[in-house]
């Protein structure tokens, strides 16, 4: 890849989740959260073309007045890192295994997100107030983008899970 190339890329993506402008950051994360339920259907997509997905690094999002954006980002950060444990460091084999810790990871990563909207002296997210099944229907019922369709042309930044995730193969 060119130097142009690589200029027009790292351009698009701070246009396109408002890196060096912060242009409505919360704007940017609507059609990317919650994310969707691992299904089937859906993880291939979930699985393949993660790097197309949109990441939230915190340099993208202005250090005041958007913290329920920040906390939403970093758990797509946290979901999307733990889908790639599960997908392709060889954790879980096959597609059922696949499958089902992903589901972990999807259902570990927004449970610490409405944790972490608990925390907070604001209203929490919708889907946050509800328990067990509720919960997990409310956040699939919410999700944007059930089919994981990635961004054309955009490559997501390494971001690292900030909290460890250990998939339980006996709760398959």
């Known amino acids: 890849m060119g ?4 200029l027009i ?17 919360e704007g940017k994360l609507k059609p990317y959260f919650p994310p969707a339920k691992p299904t089937l259907k859906n993880l ?8 197309g997905r949109p990441r939230y690094p915190a340099s993208y999002i202005p250090a005041s007045g958007y913290s329920y954006v920040r906390r939403a980002g970093n758990a797509v950060n946290r979901i999307e890192a733990w889908f790639t444990q599960c997908c392709h460091r060889g954790v879980a084999q096959g597609y059922k295994q696949i499958l089902c810790c992903t589901k972990q990871a ?5 449970s610490q997100f409405c944790i972490e909207e608990y925390s907070t002296m604001t209203l929490v997210h919708k889907c946050c107030e509800k328990k067990q ?19 054309p ?12 995730f250990i998939w339980d193969p006996k709760k398959c």
């Not at 130097?3 to 690589?6: A, E, G, L, S, Y």
């Not at 790292?10 to 060096?20: F, P, W």
Request: aromatic fraction near 8%; hydrophobic fraction near 35%.
């Open 3 to 6: 130097m142009k190339t690589t």
């Open 133 to 151: 099944q509720g919960r997990w229907n409310c956040f699939e019922k919410e999700a944007p983008n059930p089919s994981y369709q990635r961004l």
């Open 106 to 110: 999807w259902e570990t990563g927004l």
């Open 153 to 164: 042309g955009y490559i997501a930044p390494l971001i690292p899970a900030d909290k460890l």
């Open 9 to 25: 890329t790292v351009l698009t993506l701070q246009l396109t989740l408002g890196g060096a402008r912060n242009i409505d950051p």
């Open 44 to 51: 291939n997509a979930l699985c393949l073309q993660g790097n």
